[in-house]
């Protein structure tokens, strides 16, 4: 899943690092033969999470992952800025 969040943090977990302060769930559109996720985001139609042309995002994936004590991996984050 891809987790997004307006603000960064450090927590630390069992199955790697949150960076995000806060995150919500941004629901997966489709995943490659590769393992990316991939979401399209619309300004004129935003999720209920107040993306805004202009605003500052930070992303960051969970995934699972059954060879790791947690069962459960968390990304690098990346932090997105939407032109307006």
Not at 59 to 66: E, I, S
Request: charged share 10%; glycine share 8%; hydrophobic share 45%.
């Amino acid at each position: 899943m891809i987790l997004l969040a307006p603000t960064v943090a450090s927590t630390s977990l069992p199955g790697g690092r949150l960076c995000l302060g806060a995150p919500r769930r941004l629901t997966t559109t489709s995943t490659t033969a590769y393992g990316r996720l991939l979401h399209t985001v619309t300004l004129t139609a935003p999720p209920a999470t107040a993306i805004a042309a202009g605003s500052t995002w930070h992303f960051q994936a969970w995934f699972r992952d059954p060879g790791s004590a947690a069962g459960y991996a968390l990304s690098s984050a990346a932090r997105v800025t939407f032109r307006p």
